[in-house]
């Protein structure tokens, strides 16, 4: 069965910091770029990042730039999102996406929903409030 799982949402404080986790079963996910979005109440979905497969290259949402960073451990199947400086509007369902055999303008142009991401975990819900 394949599937992707995030972890590490939960309640943090507005400038606090979370790292969000996303692991695969199933499938390597070394052919695959993984991309972040999330989804806030009574909001459509943004993208948030993208790593290549190899994780060489990095594209971030602006309202995310120089706070935000992804990574990935390919040899142990996890991609990761850091989050620094909050903000309580970032609060929303946070969740990880493969694309697999992306490159990068690819994988940019899915963030902005023009491509379709082979599988999707179900979320972490992230909360930013004091």
């Known amino acids: 069965q394949l599937q992707l799982v995030e972890s590490g949402g939960g309640l943090v404080q507005p400038g606090g910091s979370l790292r969000l986790s996303c692991a695969a079963s199933?499938?390597?996910?070394?052919?695959?770029?993984i991309n972040w979005f999330r989804q806030a109440p009574g909001k459509e979905r943004e993208g948030v990042s993208c790593?290549?497969?190899?994780?060489?290259?990095?594209h971030y949402a602006d309202s995310v730039k120089g706070r935000f960073t992804t990574s990935r451990d390919n040899a142990k199947n996890m991609v990761y999102l850091q989050m620094n400086s909050l903000k309580p509007e970032e609060t929303a369902v946070y969740y990880c996406?493969?694309?697999?055999?992306?490159?990068?303008?690819?994988?940019?142009?899915?963030?902005?929903?023009?491509?379709?991401?082979?599988?999707w975990g179900r979320g972490t819900l992230v909360t930013v409030s004091s």
């Open positions: 996406a493969a694309g697999e055999y992306f490159d990068q303008a690819m994988c940019v142009m899915a963030l902005e929903g023009y491509y379709d991401m082979d599988y």
């Open positions: 199933g499938f390597t996910l070394n052919r695959y770029a």
């Open positions: 790593i290549s497969s190899s994780g060489s290259s990095t």
